[in-house]
């Protein structure tokens, strides 16, 4: 089992819809998550952090975090093509050393 | 404010060539990270800094990787003996973060553009 894993994807949303996208991860020792967008050909840039179980908002992001089911999700509301992007899942266990562990990224496309 | 910023941004090396990239992070960031992405893949850990202690290097892929930051401030990765394995883009991020074991504390990691380190 992967440490952090997303669904497969590509996926595909029409423009205005909800973009729902999942990922898991193993280590019950997690403590920080993160939602990073990489453009094509671009480093990945944070768009979302969370620490504690529940709903983050900002913006037409929304985190959420449910530390029981080992799950964290993120949703773009109003999707807009320029939201068309991979999104990478990424994981921290403090006590560790500092480094982030990476899902492989789900690509999303936001359809005009 | 400036952000990381990493040199150059695009490396061609012959194979068996030795390759140094730059890292500048953001300014009184303690903590510098390495990380290697492959096509299609996220960033997997390499190495990770806090000043100029090298903490974790449990990612480097073998003795041909080396990184240092003498001064707590620019790091370089170094690759020996390039191979073609070594192709990928090298992020380097930083972090404001700095204490170990503190739950809630953000450990928020910034990126810079990256290297792309092509070897033929």
């Known amino acids: 089992q992967k440490e952090v894993e997303q669904n497969s994807g590509p996926l595909s949303v029409p423009e205005g819809a909800i973009a729902s996208l999942n990922c898991t991860y193993s280590?019950?020792?997690?403590?920080?998550f993160f939602w990073y967008r990489q453009y094509s050909g671009k480093s990945p840039e944070l768009i979302m952090s969370i620490y504690s179980n529940g709903d983050k908002e900002d913006g037409r992001f929304t985190a959420q975090l449910n530390k029981a089911s080992q799950y964290v999700s993120l949703l773009i509301r109003d999707s807009q093509p320029s939201d068309s992007a991979t999104y990478l899942c990424?994981?921290?266990?403090?006590?560790?050393?500092?480094?982030?562990?990476f899902g492989k990224g789900i690509t999303l496309s936001v359809r005009p | 404010g400036a952000g990381v910023s990493q040199s150059p941004r695009y490396k061609v090396a012959k194979r068996g060539q030795d390759v140094a990239l730059r890292c500048d992070p953001i300014s009184g960031h303690v903590s510098l990270f390495w990380y290697q992405q492959a096509l299609g893949q996220g960033p997997e850990f390499l190495t990770y800094f806090q000043n100029e202690a090298q903490l974790d290097k449990s990612g480097l892929p073998s003795d041909r990787f080396f990184a240092e930051r003498p001064e707590g401030s620019v790091s370089t990765l170094k690759i020996q003996r390039t191979q073609q394995e070594d192709s990928a883009v090298y992020l380097c991020a930083s972090s404001s973060g700095g204490r170990e074991g503190r739950v809630g504390v953000p450990y928020e990691q910034y990126f810079g553009p990256g290297t792309r380190l092509t070897v033929t």
């Open positions: 990424a994981v921290h266990r403090t006590g560790a050393n500092s480094k982030l562990t």
């Open positions: 280590d019950r020792g997690s403590q920080s």
